[in-house]
T-cell receptor, first 112, second 110 residues
């Protein structure tokens, strides 16, 4: 079974804090993705990576950065958290191209 | 206009009913289409891919209409366990990017 794990299920941070969200997959997948999900807006792609040390901006990259130093790990970084970054963050991975994406359980981040 | 549009519902149907959802997409260059299912407070999971010729998986049938740029999902003999949000997903040309609709919520009542 493919397993995608995320470091926290719930996180509360203060405005201005630096926040790290970690994602690990155990299936040797090439591609990894970070989304945020908000009511009425669906899932929106923040960043994705198709190889180690490679990254591409998604639709809403502003205020975020990512790191992929190892194939199995993809980190999302909020350099200075703001209240409008309060959301559900979902990590996903896929083998290649447009293969099925497998999602982690999500991290609900609240920025106060 | 959103790239992928779905009726948010909820669709409230009795067990055993047949229910259909439609989804429209705006990018005529889209090549790949999927339905994902998301249970309450859970992550999305692939339900089925949608092929040009249409495809069926048990009680679920998906169809694609390229001319009108919509895809559909038909669920026959609804079960209580079908209650979930169904996400329409469309590729962006041949890139790795998928565009997710905001979902259609289905409630199946006893």
């Amino acid at each position: 079974d493919v397993k995608v794990t995320q470091s926290s299920r719930y996180l509360v941070k203060r405005t201005g804090e630096k926040v790290f969200l970690e994602c690990v997959q155990d299936m040797d997948h090439e591609n990894m993705f970070w989304y945020r999900q908000d009511p009425g807006l669906g899932l929106r792609l923040i960043y994705f990576s198709y190889d180690v040390k490679m990254k591409e901006k998604g639709d809403i990259p502003e205020g975020y950065s990512v790191s992929r130093e190892k194939k199995e790990r993809f980190s999302l970084i909020l350099e200075s958290a703001s209240t409008n970054q309060t959301s559900m963050y979902l990590c996903a991975s896929s083998f290649a191209g447009l293969d099925e994406q497998y999602f982690g359980p999500g991290t609900r981040l609240t920025v106060t | 206009r959103k790239e992928v549009e779905q009726d948010p519902g909820p669709f409230n149907v009795p067990e055993g009913a047949t229910v259909a959802f439609n989804c429209t997409y705006s990018n005529s260059a889209s090549q790949s289409f999927f339905w994902y299912r998301q249970d309450c407070r859970k992550e999305p999971k692939l339900l089925m891919s949608v092929y040009s010729s249409g495809n069926e998986d048990g009680r679920f049938t998906a169809q694609l209409n390229r001319a009108s740029q919509y895809i559909s999902l038909l669920i026959r003999d609804s079960k209580l366990s079908d209650s979930a949000t169904y996400l329409c997903v469309v590729s962006v040309d041949s890139s790795y990017k998928l565009i997710f609709g905001s979902g259609t919520r289905l409630l199946v009542r006893p």
